[in-house]
């Protein structure tokens, strides 16, 4: 029974719709929290895979392509500016294939971000959910390939390219992409691994600012959930690369992203209907 002092009472409405609003903006955060939790915590076993969990959960939960590539890279700056000076202190980072890498993928970013915003959301959905769907196989497929290792310092700034490109227009990749590509061509992972990680956080950043320039502070709601996940996640990384078997792992995420993105192939085409 509602309180006689209340009716008609302006004050009493809006206090009781703050709440509700308030209740609204806290469960929302502890969803985009849990995501970015499982995100960083499969990122932290296997060094990638961050962006591309965090936007196939978020495509899934109905987020636009751009603001949820928006938010995974926002979120991105901190983790990966702290993994990049970690690997720089440790002595991982070849100077030269960073410098490569990071330009190349600050262009190729830059223009992905923009391509994304510019588009027509009816277009760009589908595209993003079949990316993440080959980035479901091409993970799979990097499991159970073995390529014959072979040094080979070509092709860098193409790949940092279109790293950078598919990263902005999927919300992820840059790490299974190039990381896995170089590793492949015979370099050496510890300095591949190394110089991916401290380019990707200017490649990040450019993407981010690109982003910011084009939406605003729109998708902060959602940029805050991943990070406060991703923090919490973080300490928990070494236990998880423990127990876990790494090929296992990949496996379980390339099933998962599948799903993701093959569901919402499968809602748009309902709605097309």
Sequence with gaps: MS????????????????SRG???????????????????????????????????????????????????????????GLSGLSHWFHGNVDRRLFLRLATA?????????????????????????????????????KVFHKSEPRQSTTGIEPLGFGGGFLDAIGGGGWGPIVVSTLVARGNSPRHTIGSVNLAEFFVTLAISISFLISLGFTYLLIAGGL???????????????????????????????????????????????
């Design 227 to 273: 990070m406060i996940g991703g923090a919490m996640a973080a300490p928990l990384a070494g236990w998880m690369s423990k127990v876990m078997p790494p090929r296992l792992l990949m496996i379980l995420i390339s099933i998962v992203v599948l799903s993701l993105g093959t569901a919402g192939l499968l809602r748009l085409a309902i709605t097309l209907l």
């Design 22 to 80: 308030e209740r609204l903006i806290t469960s929302e955060i502890l969803i985009y929290a849990l995501v970015g939790f499982v995100a960083q915590l499969v990122d932290g076993a296997l060094g990638m895979a961050f962006g591309v969990i965090s936007t196939s959960v978020l495509l899934f939960l109905g987020v636009p392509p751009a603001a949820a590539s928006a938010s995974v890279h926002a979120a991105e700056v901190v983790t990966t």
């Design 105 to 141: 993928g600050v262009i190729g970013g830059a223009i992905g971000a923009y391509v994304l915003t510019e588009l027509p959301v009816k277009y760009v959905q589908p595209a993003v959910a079949i990316y993440l769907c080959a980035m479901a196989g091409f993970i799979v497929y």
């Design 3 to 18: 309180n006689p002092g209340d009716c008609g009472n302006p004050g009493a409405d809006s206090r009781g719709l703050r």
